[in-house]
């Protein structure tokens, strides 16, 4: 059975828009109480619902017209394939025939979904549910045919990235997951960054069954700048709910290079950092800044991107800079840089040069030298 990865936040308590899909109420996980309430009055309430998305996802744009880039990975496939994995699926009607334990609601419910745990109980399938996002299944259908893809145990799990950097952090909410097996070792999680690329909370799924499905609370976590569905199954996203602080991102800082960096490790605003999929410690960090590049864009790119997210870390606008470090981010993907990570500089140079220029102030946010 495949594993669709249902990415939902379908209550809109802390709504300020009309929401186009049924609401799902969490079944005991959501947060509440002062938590909420003060999110409520100190955030603008969204949703990614992927209702006005089609095909393979880069981005996507929230209830509140807000633009969210979107970076995936799949490990079975070679690129552009493998760094290009999300897809909308529709689960009314089926996009595809075969994915019916993704369908909503559940045929006892009049939809189009089979599975048993969807039919009563915990993770009952009986609201309309619209689009969602899997990682679509290249070897055996057709970009115009978007169909999940399967997992088996113990192999590397894929994952989708929400990066929120370009309107600052939020406060993550909810999400809501379908169809996620553990009889079958199917499993995710959602995984919370802060601006700097540090881990800042986890939050395990649960197993929903046969096309079941379960809103599951982020705890209202602020201070977030992305956010990563692990994918250890082939389930799919919906519905992930925030909200966003109306005040701008801090302005009033200058930037640094690299070579800064690497010499002040005392003034370095955050311990560890995300490169990739990868998350090093500040010891690692250093070591990367004083490895020789070598002819290994890999390494060169990873010197600008250190720099890049601890200027954004100590509070300088990341704006212009933000697209280019969510790229940078999907390009070097689980390699690891010190573990004999490589990269050609041609697959590189743009990025680092953009990198590069930001750390040098030439990008709007002056330098501090």
Not at 40 to 55: H, L, P, Q, R, Y
Not at 134 to 139: A, D, E, M, R
Request: net charge negative; charged share 15%.
């Amino acid at each position: 059975m495949r594993n669709s990865l249902l990415l939902g936040v379908a209550t809109c308590a802390l709504s300020v828009f009309s929401c186009q899909k049924h609401e799902v109420e969490p079944s005991g996980l959501a947060a509440k109480g002062a938590a909420a309430t003060a999110a409520a009055t100190s955030c603008v309430s969204d949703v990614i619902n992927f209702e006005n998305a089609s095909g393979l996802l880069q981005q996507v744009t929230t209830a509140n017209g807000v633009v969210v880039p979107v970076t995936s990975y799949n490990p079975h496939y070679a690129e552009p394939q493998r760094s290009n994995a999300a897809i909308v699926f529709n689960t009314n009607p089926l996009s595809s025939p075969e994915d019916n334990d993704l369908g909503t609601p559940n045929w006892v419910h009049g939809g189009t979904g089979t599975g048993d745990a969807g039919i009563s109980g915990p993770y009952i399938n009986d609201k309309a549910l619209g689009k969602l996002a899997v990682l679509h299944n290249y070897k055996e259908y057709p970009v115009s045919e978007p169909n999940d893809d399967d997992f088996r145990t113990g192999e590397e799990a894929g994952w989708m990235r929400f990066n929120f950097s370009n309107i600052g952090t939020v406060t993550a909410t909810s999400i809501t997951v379908i169809d996620i097996e553990g009889a079958e070792a199917e499993y995710g999680k959602a995984e919370l960054y802060n601006s700097s690329g540090a881990l800042i909370s986890t939050v395990d799924f649960p197993s929903t069954g046969s096309n079941g499905v379960a809103v599951v609370s982020l705890g209202n976590v602020a201070g977030v700048s992305a956010i990563r569905v692990i994918v250890g199954g082939s389930f799919g996203v919906d519905n992930l709910q925030f909200c966003r602080s109306t005040t701008p991102p801090p302005t009033n800082q200058c930037t640094y290079t690299q070579g800064y960096w690497k010499n002040h490790p005392n003034a370095w605003p955050v311990s560890s950092l995300t490169l990739g999929s990868v998350t090093y410690t500040k010891e690692q960090l250093l070591s990367i800044l004083k490895t020789p590049v070598k002819g290994n864009g890999l390494v060169s790119l990873a010197h600008q991107l250190i720099a890049a997210k601890l200027n954004v870390a100590n509070g300088t606008n990341p704006a212009a800079i933000s697209t280019s470090i969510n790229q940078a981010d999907a390009l070097i993907g689980n390699r690891n840089i010190l573990n004999g990570g490589y990269l050609a500089p041609s697959a590189t140079s743009t990025l680092t040069d953009k990198l590069d220029a930001y750390n040098n102030g030439k990008l709007g946010t002056p330098h501090c030298g």
